[in-house]
């Protein structure tokens, strides 16, 4: 019913940037409040940021001051950008929807920070 597909990840250099998108489709009510999440190996899945309908914002602890969520309800998209990107940030990275009582989460991108 509800469809969520991440993109924009990829290898980059420690202190440099990406900007994750999150495209939503399907049988969508309404544009809840969505999370970003992200999940290394051998770690556990750990929340990065929310973003409300009308556009408030809570971030993790680790990426606070330098990523900011943000939402075009026009074109159904959520997007995280992510600076001075560090080696700790390397994970799966994953939004997800709250809908009907029920979780959707996307298939996740993969975002690598090395040298």
């Known amino acids: 019913q509800v469809q969520l597909v991440e993109s924009g990840g990829g290898l980059v250099q420690p202190g440099g940037s990406l900007r994750l998108s999150c495209a939503a489709s399907?049988?969508?009510?309404?544009?809840?409040?969505m999370g970003w999440y992200r999940q290394a190996p051998g770690k556990q899945r750990e929340l990065v940021a929310i973003i409300t309908t009308p556009g408030s914002t809570t971030y993790a602890d680790s990426v606070k001051g330098r990523s900011t969520v943000s939402r075009d309800n026009t074109r159904n998209m959520v997007y995280l950008q992510m600076n001075s990107l560090k080696h700790e940030d390397t994970a799966v990275y994953y939004c997800k929807l709250r809908q009907s009582g029920y979780d959707y989460w996307g298939q996740g991108t993969q975002v690598t920070v090395s040298s």
């Open positions: 399907g049988n969508i009510f309404r544009l809840n409040a």
